[in-house]
């Protein structure tokens, strides 16, 4: 079994069909699982690598690029760079704006007729 990932492989197995890039991380998706990361199952957290204590380092990391950030925009020396991210909303928009094709992949409500 992989080092990461391990509920979402499981399930492959256990379900026949793939979850990968279809579901959130092994550690979110194990939460709805059946008791993979709940507590009293260190067994099951341990068999599967659920790393209980990544959100809380990525929240820390992330807090901590908010505030060079805020620095470098108060500092009006500091040259400010644009660019687009890697979210889907703003390809979309650009799409909308400017009427280049673009194949976005997502969920979209069905209308009845």
Request: with cysteine.
């Amino acid at each position: 079994m992989p080092e990461t990932n391990r509920v979402r492989y499981d399930l492959f197995k256990r379900l026949g069909f793939s979850l990968l890039n279809r579901t959130e991380s092994s550690k979110h998706f194990s939460e709805y699982g059946p008791g993979s990361s709940k507590r009293g199952q260190e067994d099951l957290i341990k068999n599967f690598n659920i790393p209980l204590g990544e959100y809380p380092r990525r929240c820390e990391t992330q807090i901590a690029k908010w505030e060079r950030l805020r620095n470098e925009l108060e500092n009006p020396d500091t040259p400010l760079e644009v660019k687009r991210s890697i979210e889907f909303g703003s390809l979309i928009i650009h799409s909308l704006q400017t009427e280049i094709p673009r194949i976005v992949y997502g969920n979209v409500p069905m209308k009845t007729f």
